[in-house]
């Protein structure tokens, strides 16, 4: 006879929060002087343009995997936990140049968690904050009890230093976050979204099977590399990302007045300043500007702004910051948290 028994459900905690945040920065600094003369320009050029002074390249060394490591170790020493704790490691890049498998088991099992759920996330500049959505539900659903989140690239792997529009903005580096229970809300609702119309803004100037299926001479071969429509992109995340900013604030129950820091993604300082000028944001909103020191890590660059502010005082515990990136797809997420 067949079980009239429904199936057991999963308890979570009631809430969510951000317990520790850690930050990798490979050691070769690089200033505007050495990438001018390949794309024919100048530091007062690059500065004017991007805001961005300096960037980090990762050595041969530091690879994708090692740069999560040392990010991953640094959070979780802040959260006051052992590897074995973490339940899952989710790691938004688009720079793990290997199709499968993806990059997050090797750093689970590097960490010595014990066989935690491990896996990839495909969201561009927006990843990380994609990862605290998805590590906040599973915490709260009762399918993890700490969450691992990483944002991690090598974008000097995928960029041309020849490309007058993007040579000089992307870098690498790996920022980190550990996720865990929290008895009052520490995340708030996500605000995410996408705009698949535009796809073609920003993405890899070549298909795979375009670069390694037309030729037989290996030598031939070239890396894609990653191409930007930059004064469309400018457009649309100045603007529309304000207002996607302000339904951030909408779902945390907050308004600008309330609100302490604001770590948006480190794309440009222009779109920076845009944006906040756009939501109005008082004077004491304490604003992320990573990005003249590091350039635009992508799905780093958010955990690295916000490591950042930590360290320099900016941010400090308790305090409410909006997290907001967007990127390529064009993919976008925002939430608030509280600094731990």
Not at 163 to 172: C, E, M, V
Request: hydrophobic letters at 45%; charged letters at 20%; aromatic letters at 4%.
């Amino acid at each position: 006879m067949r079980s009239s028994r429904g199936l057991a459900g999963a308890t979570g905690a009631p809430h969510a929060r951000i317990l520790g945040v850690g930050a990798y920065r490979p050691s070769r600094v690089v200033p505007n002087s050495e990438l001018v003369a390949a794309i024919d320009s100048t530091d007062e050029w690059i500065q004017q343009r991007s805001g961005i002074r300096e960037r980090r390249f990762a050595g041969p060394e530091e690879t994708v995997q090692r740069m999560a490591v040392e990010a991953a170790r640094e959070a979780l020493a802040q959260a006051g936990l052992d590897a074995p704790r973490i339940d899952a490691v989710v790691v938004a890049t688009v720079s793990h140049l290997m199709q499968t498998p993806a990059i997050a088991p090797a750093i689970a099992h590097e960490l010595g968690t014990e066989q935690a759920a491990a896996f990839d996330v495909s969201a561009a500049c927006a990843g990380f904050c994609h990862g605290v959505a998805l590590a906040q539900d599973m915490v709260r659903g009762g399918s993890a009890g700490h969450v691992l989140v990483i944002g991690v690239e090598r974008l000097s792997d995928i960029t041309s230093p020849t490309d007058r529009g993007t040579a000089f903005i992307f870098a690498d580096g790996a920022g980190a976050a550990v996720v865990g229970p929290s008895e009052t809300p520490g995340i708030s609702p996500v605000v995410w979204g996408s705009d698949g119309e535009q796809f073609d803004l920003i993405r890899s100037r070549e298909d795979w099977r375009d670069v390694l299926g037309t030729t037989a001479d290996p030598g031939s071969r070239i890396m894609p590399h990653l191409t930007m429509q930059g004064n469309a992109v400018f457009r649309w995340a100045s603007f529309a990302m304000a207002k996607v900013a302000q339904q951030a604030l909408d779902r945390a129950g907050i308004t600008a007045d309330e609100l302490d820091v604001f770590v948006p993604h480190q794309a440009n300082m222009r779109i920076i300043d845009a944006m906040a000028r756009a939501m109005r944001l008082p004077d004491h909103v304490r604003i992320a500007r990573d990005v003249a020191e590091s350039g635009n890590t992508s799905a780093a660059s958010v955990p690295l702004a916000l490591a950042r502010m930590i360290a320099e005082g900016d941010a400090r515990p308790g305090d409410k910051a909006l997290l907001i990136a967007f990127g390529a797809g064009l993919a976008y997420a925002a939430q608030v948290v509280v600094v731990p």
